[in-house]
């Protein structure tokens, strides 16, 4: 079974950093896309930013220039550094994968980890 395993999160102050990681497992042998999104009270869950192998880096326009998301593939990670941070960053942050190689299946549904929270104070 697939799972996503997300870390990092917690209470930081305005300006300041964090780092965000997830691990994906299960028998994986590829994964087209990784990604983080994200859910403030009250709002809906977001595109935060995500890699797509061999084609495409993709940003919010909220954190670009803040955040950076890389990807190790030999490792079935992906990392969020998260710096110059906002109070308006205050989410839930979810670890994403999309299209997965998983044994000798495929699975082009969406798979999300349990989330994170993050707290930005001002």
């Known amino acids: 079974q697939v799972q996503l395993v997300e870390s990092g999160g917690g209470l930081v102050q305005a300006g300041g950093s964090l780092r965000l990681s997830c691990v994906a497992s299960?028998?994986?042998?590829?994964?087209?896309?990784m990604g983080w999104y994200r859910q403030a009270p009250g709002k809906q869950r977001e595109l935060v930013a995500d890699?797509?192998?061999?084609?495409?880096?993709n940003y919010a326009d909220s954190v670009k220039g803040r955040f950076d998301i890389s990807r190790d593939n030999a490792k079935n990670t992906v990392t969020l550094q998260m710096n110059s941070l906002k109070p308006e960053d205050t989410a839930v942050y979810y670890c994403?994968?999309?299209?997965?190689?998983?044994?000798?299946?495929?699975?082009?549904?969406?798979?999300w980890g349990q989330g994170t929270q993050v707290t930005v104070s001002s």
């Open positions: 890699l797509t192998n061999d084609i495409s880096l």
């Open positions: 299960g028998s994986i042998r590829s994964i087209n896309v």
């Open positions: 994403n994968a999309r299209g997965i190689y998983s044994g000798s299946s495929y699975f082009s549904s969406d798979y």
